[in-house]
């Protein structure tokens, strides 16, 4: 592994964060508690290992920015989908800790409350992270 696999990897662990949360969500409709608790302790961990992956990276590149290659109308998507990203990637740093924290002093009806929105927003980061790494490294690497 060399630092260039290491974008891939993210990608990789945002693509499963979101697949265990989809599950978590359709675990906790269905009514199954237990299971849901499982899988949502499971996208935070490996989210956690993200942004050690991604911290890493940040690093190793010495902050290096990986240009984008599009142009034209996919170039202001790509750039609003980034900034919100980047927005609401600081937020989640401090809500899905407090949402979890609420869960397990077993204040459910708080936890529910912060879900809502926490949800949503974890959810929309995680999937965006897998799409930032298609547009910059698959789909209009810059050349």
Do not use: C
């Amino acid at each position: 592994m060399t630092i260039h696999d290491i974008p891939a990897l993210n990608a990789a662990l945002n693509g499963l964060a979101t697949v265990l949360m989809t599950a978590g969500f359709v675990a906790i409709k269905s009514g199954a508690k237990d299971t849901h608790r499982k899988l949502m302790l499971s996208a935070g961990v490996v989210s956690a290992v993200f942004l050690v992956g991604y911290v890493t990276h940040k690093i190793a590149v010495r902050g290096v920015h990986t240009p984008f290659g599009g142009e034209g109308v996919i170039r202001t998507l790509y750039y609003t989908m980034l900034i919100s990203h980047i927005l609401l990637a600081i937020s989640i740093a401090y809500l899905v800790p407090r949402t979890f924290w609420f869960a397990i002093k077993g204040n459910f009806d708080r936890h529910r409350a912060w879900a809502r929105w926490t949800f949503p927003i974890w959810y929309y980061v995680s999937v965006t992270g897998v799409l930032v790494y298609f547009f910059l490294y698959q789909w209009w690497p810059a050349v």
